[in-house]
């Protein structure tokens, strides 16, 4: 559902982003005889059209001798049209003169080509700072992150967070809205996978009911601040060109009336978006305007140095003599655990242990931990946690049974389990690490 703070007039969206030192960009032909070509160009400016003279070459009857040039003016990417017989178009719109975003779909003729920047692969170096907001970690890996939110967070781009459940989405889009220029205007929050998709509709853009109230949606909500769209994975198909749009256009229609929309996005997701954008689940466009800057934040078992800090700071926030830290033995194992849950199953352990444990010492006494044989529990729900953290707990229980269930079947043999059940042979092997689960145990 929504969340706002309190709502303040709104602000101008500069139309610049921050520079992200492109070196070139990426053509992808979409159709014709080269369709599926890539064309990698680093020279400025090209020129794109049939004549053998240009930079890329289009052999099609519909596209002209010098079609379009396109070319880098400060840090972006404009096209020209070269006076063309069949005209230039990007989005579906035809352009004599226009500027280049990610995403963008030139049409050149008949001819289709998605314009896609290639990014410098120059390191950024990592935050010399253990914490961004209230999200704190010493290691390299979270330090890096802190490296990229620091560059950005006073920037208006777009930023899609991408991380396991409990990994810290929710308080990183939090802590990039307070630190930047909006930080005083609204912070919405839409949750994508607690919706219909209809119902969807209202609490993006609102609606006018026959009695003629109207209901303002998210967008006119976060007017001058920002808008935080968790778990965009659960986007439905047909809301997702809507979203599009009005990303692009920064305006939406209800009804006769035309909004003005001034909001930062930010989006996250638990889920990989480019497997989704190949098997057809989401539009490739939409992805391409979410990732301006896409942040991979590292589960807890890929920065394991942070653990014993963690557990000092969550031990601290607990009264005063009702815990005791773990000794050596029960950090070791605090440790080697595999943490499903990221840093919110042990921020869970640390003050479970302080109510529970007999003594007060943190320990896994009264983690989850099951073996392959035990038994499948009821369902148990934690009044502490919101809807969608109740429901990524039991997607999760429900992901890791059905593989040892699948492992099962097929005798270990990862390529037959992929077979019988149409999935990516190497997203089951991305699955089974993630839940930390051996093929082998299964031969037969």
């Known amino acids: 559902m929504v969340r706002s703070d309190e709502q303040v007039p709104s602000t101008v969206v500069a139309d610049d982003g921050p520079d992200l030192s492109h070196r070139g960009f990426r053509l992808l032909i979409m159709s014709g005889e080269l369709r599926g070509r890539e064309v990698d160009v680093v020279h400025d400016p090209i020129s794109l059209g049939k004549s053998r003279q240009c930079e890329v070459v289009l052999p099609d009857d519909s596209v002209s001798r010098i079609h379009a040039e396109i070319r880098r003016e400060d840090g972006r990417y404009r096209i020209v049209d070269k006076g063309s017989t069949n005209g230039t178009f990007v989005g579906g719109a035809q352009i004599s003169d226009a500027w280049l975003s990610p995403g963008d779909v030139i049409g050149l003729g ?25 999200v704190i970690g010493r290691s390299l890996a979270m330090r890096r992150v802190f490296g990229v939110l620091e560059r950005v967070a006073d920037k208006d781009v777009t930023v899609l967070l991408r991380g396991e459940t409990g990994t810290g989405k929710d308080l990183l889009a939090r802590a990039i809205h ?24 209202v609490e993006l853009f609102g609606e006018l009911p026959e009695d003629g109230a109207r209901r303002r949606g998210a967008f006119e909500l976060a007017a001058g601040g920002t808008l935080c769209l968790h778990e965009i994975d659960e986007l439905p198909l047909d809301v997702q060109p809507k979203l599009l749009r009005v990303i692009e256009d920064r305006r939406f229609r209800r009804g006769a009336e035309e909004h003005h929309v001034d909001v930062r996005v930010i989006a996250a997701t638990r889920r990989d978006l480019t497997e989704m954008v190949s098997a057809g689940d989401f539009r490739e466009d939409l992805y391409f305007r979410l990732s301006v800057v896409a942040c991979e934040l590292p589960p807890l078992r890929e920065r394991r140095d942070d653990i014993p800090l963690l557990i000092e700071v969550f031990s601290r926030r607990l009264p005063p003599g009702m815990w005791r830290a773990p000794n050596s033995d029960a950090m070791a194992r605090l440790v080697g655990y595999d943490w499903p849950g990221n840093v919110r199953e042990l921020r869970n352990v640390v003050e479970r242990s302080a109510y529970l444990s007999p003594d007060g010492v943190i320990d896994l006494v009264t983690a989850e931990q099951r073996s392959v044989d035990e038994p ?69």
């Open 376 to 444: 499948q529990r009821p369902l148990a729900f934690d009044p502490t946690l919101t809807f969608r953290e109740q429901k990524e707990r039991v997607i999760e229980r429900f992901e890791e049974a059905y593989l040892h269930w699948l492992l099962d079947r097929a005798g270990g043999n990862i390529s037959r389990a992929a077979r019988e059940v149409d999935m990516d042979r190497k997203y089951l092997h991305k699955l089974l690490r993630r839940y930390g689960i051996d093929a082998k145990q299964y031969a037969k």
């Open 178 to 201: 307070d630190a930047s220029l909006r930080s005083m205007r609204p912070y919405v929050v839409v949750d994508c996978g607690a919706v219909s998709g209809e119902q969807l509709e």
């Open 110 to 134: 008949k001819i289709e080509l998605r314009f896609v920047p290639r990014e410098r692969r120059a390191e950024l170096l990592p935050s010399e700072a253990d914490r961004f907001g209230p």
